[in-house]
């Protein structure tokens, strides 16, 4: 048995192919690059029976991640998050079987943590010693604190609306942090700039193809937890849509290796805000990739993504698994960011809260039946955005009675 | 096999005995009530292996839980937090064995997950409707959110200088907030009388004898992350110190189990902010009680905590496993956080931060050895205490080059 089968990368755009033991960004057609597996080998050495002893952490795929040597793993602790019963919730959409998958439970409180762990595992393998990325706010906090311990330097840029906390995590992970007073695509063009001149190795979303990998373990871990079978429904929110994809990705692994399968993939749904809906709309236009999103607006941050450069990917997924592309307003968001907490005890983010406003409307569309099991997946923790409960308590004295 | 196989409650004080069927606060004598378990049957019927293939949370020892019916579980996903080695600090210290506890990967971001989580299923399973409690925060967010879950109302009061994001946890659970402008002394008065008045279940610490079941898991855990080997040397943030009565009962259990063995306990070291430290004033005096602190103030608020109603026990623990009580000052907490984050990776809260500045003064002192495996427990995520973590970051321009 090898720790990794990882085999090479590819172009899923120009078929090129690329050396998993260099440093890659994008391929030469400015596609993102994926990671390919010796699926042969793993078909006749791999078994789901080898899983059962494992630590509870990501790490337990590690034939199906690129990190070839176990020593050059970052870890926390990430991985293996709880797939919740969600029944009050489910009994008051008339959806019998809903589940959330709650990426609060994972370092730094967010999903990111899952392609920082793997990014930065083999950006460690690959003698990285400064990386620089632009971020909305959670995916800087968990490259900074995840390179951090791998003892790499990191350079971040996050917009200034950026939620707060963020801030404090790149910070306090002693990276260089550079707040500017424009939107992520902004950020995107300085550290383009900066990586060319000073040689940093550039983490931006699909720029470096590892990321997806980390992300892809959510998949593995829903079909695992579901004892292989897996869902009708996921509803994911999209912004550059990495999870979306990683998701896709893994499920299409598992029926290589005959794991699942291939007539049972979930229908996969890209959820957006009404504010920045660039995947939705071209979901609507039956179109292969999307346009730039102009002025876009939403409370739920990590969403506001005008162009996602995989858009091509998600929507493949979409296409491909006879799912569909939903835009919900900032209104029924943080409805529904207060409903799961009142009847499911769950603070979410509004990102999270997104999927379920949109299993909400695709309940009362017809899309999801009753009896259809469904997953709604929670990027992160509601405490990284205290600005989505505004409340006006008033202090008592403590000498008055209750 | 029975699902648990609790017994009865039972006063370490005056050795009388109540029933688990009925809703139980303190002793007659004032002590709290410890739950008890049929450990003969337990010893005969229950082994280490039947663990392995169970879910990695705290349910897995559903045994040696006071919840009786399965259907009662209230659960979110909490348990089996993460075990890091802290390698690049243990350096420093000159400590090679350093380990943390990860208590920031579990719902609500705290440790007090795993007393509300058993707390309020027990609760649930005696037929609670309300219940209230005083708070310094964490312990409030928690138990209103898994009461939520469980569709039980919640009256919490708390500190106006408790940290803000807990005020919206409790608020988005659609909890009754209070806020005063008192200490979590005077929150507990009002809520004593407001109990009295309208027979709301008081689950103060240590007035519900369930949650120190729930804080015993960490014990559990640990045992079993370290396949049933102990370290030597155990710190953990005492305010209540409810977790470490309950790691220490968690010991003695194993013991009376046989899974561990009698004379390898680990050491239990009570760390305390300088600013608040009763405990440690009680144990350099050789006593056996606390006396309330007055004027007490720490950055670490959830250890200000100035005279704790389970001060004896904490005090036991710490005598009967030849530990120690040691006070750090606040300077040296937040220069660890920022110390743990930067070299490992964690960002995480003061409470924590306090046991790796006491870790690294009794280094100093000798009291821990070169070889001695220590684990230093973090209660919570740094992300809750944003005010930590000053910062001046000015924004700059979009145009200007990194």
């Known amino acids: 048995m090898r720790f990794s089968y990882v085999s090479h990368l590819?172009?899923?755009?120009?078929?090129?192919?690329?050396?998993?033991?260099?440093?890659?960004?994008?391929?030469?057609?400015?596609?993102?690059?994926?990671?390919?597996?010796?699926?042969?080998?793993?078909?006749?050495?791999?078994?789901?029976?080898?899983?059962?002893?494992?630590?509870?952490?990501?790490w337990r795929y590690h034939e199906l991640l690129p990190v070839k040597k176990e020593e050059n793993i970052v870890s926390l602790g990430e991985g293996m998050?709880?797939?919740?019963?969600?029944?009050?919730?489910?009994?008051?959409?008339?959806?019998?079987n809903l589940l959330m998958k709650d990426e609060g439970l994972i370092p730094t409180g967010s999903?990111?943590?899952?392609?920082?762990?793997?990014?930065?595992?083999?950006?460690?393998?690959?003698?990285?010693?400064?990386?620089?990325?632009?971020?909305?706010?959670?995916?800087?906090?968990?490259?900074?604190?995840?390179?951090?311990?791998?003892?790499?330097?990191?350079?971040?840029?996050?917009?200034?609306?950026?939620?707060?906390?963020?801030?404090?995590?790149?910070?306090?992970?002693?990276?260089?942090?550079?707040?500017?007073?424009?939107?992520?695509?902004?950020?995107?063009?300085?550290?383009?700039?900066?990586?060319?001149?000073?040689?940093?190795?550039?983490v931006s979303t699909l720029k470096e193809p590892y990321r997806i990998e980390g992300k892809k373990t959510m998949g593995l871990e829903?079909?695992?937890?579901?004892?292989?079978?897996?869902?009708?429904?996921?509803l994911y929110p999209t912004g550059g849509g990495v999870g979306l994809i990683g998701i896709y990705k893994a499920f299409k692994e598992l029926v290589e290796l005959g794991w699942i399968e291939p007539e049972?993939?979930?229908?996969?749904?890209?959820?957006?805000?009404?504010?920045?809906?660039?995947?939705?709309?071209?979901?609507?236009?039956?179109?292969?990739?999307?346009?730039?999103?102009?002025?876009?607006t939403t409370a739920a941050f990590g969403i506001n993504v005008p162009k996602a450069l995989g858009d091509f990917?998600?929507?493949?997924?979409?296409?491909?698994?006879?799912?569909?592309?939903?835009?919900?307003?900032?209104?029924?968001?943080?409805?529904e960011q207060h409903h799961v907490a009142e009847l499911e005890g769950a603070f979410i983010c509004p990102e999270g809260a997104a999927t379920f406003a949109a299993a909400k409307k695709l309940r009362i569309d017809g899309w999801i039946k009753e009896e259809e099991s469904v997953i709604c997946l929670n990027t992160g923790m509601g405490i990284?955005?205290?600005?989505?409960v505004p409340m006006n308590v008033s202090v008592r004295s403590k000498t008055e009675r209750l």
Not at 264 to 281: N, S, T
Not at 320 to 334: F, M, P, R, Y
């Open 10 to 58: 590819y172009c899923p755009k120009c078929s090129k192919n690329y050396s998993v033991d260099d440093k890659q960004n994008l391929c030469e057609c400015g596609s993102p690059l994926l990671v390919s597996y010796d699926y042969k080998a793993l078909k006749e050495e791999w078994t789901k029976e080898d899983l059962v002893h494992r630590e509870a952490d990501l």
């Open 81 to 96: 998050t709880p797939l919740l019963t969600m029944s009050e919730l489910g009994k008051e959409y008339g959806i019998t």
């Open 111 to 202: 999903f990111k943590a899952r392609g920082s762990a793997v990014g930065v595992s083999k950006a460690k393998e690959l003698g990285v010693e400064e990386l620089a990325m632009p971020t909305n706010g959670n995916a800087g906090a968990a490259w900074s604190l995840y390179a951090a311990r791998a003892g790499i330097k990191s350079h971040v840029v996050m917009p200034e609306d950026a939620p707060m906390i963020t801030r404090q995590e790149v910070h306090v992970a002693g990276a260089d942090l550079i707040v500017i007073d424009g939107l992520i695509s902004d950020a995107g063009k300085l550290v383009k700039e900066a990586v060319d001149q000073y040689g940093w190795f550039d």
């Open 222 to 234: 829903i079909a695992e937890q579901l004892k292989w079978n897996l869902p009708d429904v996921i």
């Open 264 to 296: 049972k993939l979930p229908r996969l749904v890209a959820v957006q805000a009404e504010g920045c809906a660039p995947i939705v709309k071209a979901f609507k236009e039956g179109k292969r990739d999307s346009e730039f999103w102009t002025d876009s």
């Open 313 to 335: 990917l998600v929507l493949e997924a979409v296409y491909e698994t006879n799912g569909c592309a939903v835009a919900v307003s900032d209104d029924t968001i943080l409805t």
């Open 384 to 388: 990284k955005y205290p600005e989505t």
